[in-house]
């Protein structure tokens, strides 16, 4: 019996509820606020060269619906280094464990030159015939989050939709956020999108586990999570029961699904990032908001725990981005 991840139509129909534009606005103006460019940058503006993951999630009664999952990736890719003009945004984008690859997809419209990576060959599948399907240009990678190895860089990364609740293990995560700094620009940028802290420490949740959608005349009734999936007071992972329910044409299709989900606190996060080496954290949100309409991590409106990363500097006597095999 196939799952929620091998319906990539379905999975996006479930996920409709996010504002993946707004989504990206949020992104470009982390960016252009965070992205450093003066010390080593190209005379274009930002980095020279350039160089995959999953998600969970839940939804919020009205406001938030949070999200589904993707699988982990990896991989390789096509070419996707070029320098964007001074005082632009990225030139390249890598979304890993991009699932249907909506983000990619967007920043693709946006001229940007966007590269998703996802491990389920079905989704990476789905993900090239929308791309096609809507004239835009994606290069789409099947591999694995934990193990990349692109020989490139990116200006800017990104990991959606609580993707890094499928990394199961602390050697996982640090695999995962070393493979990132090999693989970003000079004074680029990852940004990763998780699933606020209140979710599961919490009896008060921003999120909620079940939310509705609507598109093209088709209705879907998401449940993701139900009261008995508890999460592992050992291992901080949980076995979450996913039920979509989908209408249309007068007909109805039930996918049901189990996904196991990895809870990370904030101070594991950081910690982990610390353990890795080679990216620092420079802020945290806890909404797509940017500028004035930035919500803090703190905030009582915030529902999502978005970090962006930078590359550390370089120790005396190393040189900025002297990954191996990166060029």
């Known amino acids: ?34 992205a450093t460019d003066a010390e080593h940058a190209t005379d274009a503006g930002h980095a020279t060269d350039a160089g995959h993951a ?3 999630g839940h939804a919020t009664d009205a406001e938030h619906a949070t999200d589904a999952g993707h699988a982990t990736d990896a991989g390789h890719a096509t070419d996707a280094g070029r320098a964007a003009p001074s005082g632009a945004g990225p030139a390249t984008v890598l979304e890993l464990a991009a699932g249907p690859a909506e983000h990619a997809r ?19 599948a789905y993900a090239s015939r929308e791309a096609a399907r809507e004239g835009v240009a994606v290069d789409v990678v099947e591999g694995d989050m934990t193990r990349l190895d692109l020989g490139r860089r990116f200006d800017l990364a990104v990991t959606m939709l609580d993707s890094t609740s499928h990394l199961m293990t602390l050697d996982a995560l640090v695999a995962h956020l070393r493979g990132v700094a090999a693989h970003l620009s000079p004074g680029g940028l990852y940004i990763v999108e998780m699933s606020h802290p209140r979710d599961r420490l919490t009896d008060d949740p921003s999120v909620s586990a079940g939310w509705t959608v609507e598109r093209d005349g088709v209705h879907a009734g998401v449940r993701w999570g139900e009261p008995g999936d508890r999460l592992d007071p050992v291992t901080q992972v949980s076995a979450d029961h996913v039920t979509v329910t989908i209408t249309a044409d007068g007909g109805t299709r039930v996918i049901r699904d189990v996904v196991p989900y990895r ?20 802020a945290q949100y806890g909404d797509f908001g940017v500028g004035e309409g930035a919500v803090p991590l703190t905030d009582p409106g915030a ?25």
């Open 54 to 56: 999953t998600d969970a």
């Open 303 to 327: 529902w999502r725990m978005i970090t962006v990363l930078r590359p550390a500097a370089a120790a005396p006597g190393q040189g900025v981005g002297a990954q191996p095999g990166i060029g």
């Open 106 to 124: 967007e920043f693709a419209r946006r001229g940007v030159a966007a590269t998703a990576l996802d491990l389920n060959p079905r989704m990476c």
């Open 1 to 34: 019996m196939s799952g929620i991840y091998d319906d990539p139509w379905a999975y996006e129909l479930a996920c409709a509820f996010r504002d993946v534009p707004a989504e990206v606005d949020a992104l470009l103006g982390w960016y252009a606020e965070h």
């Open 263 to 282: 809870f990370w606190t904030a101070t594991e996060l950081d910690a982990a990032i610390r353990l890795a080496g080679g990216l620092d954290a420079v």
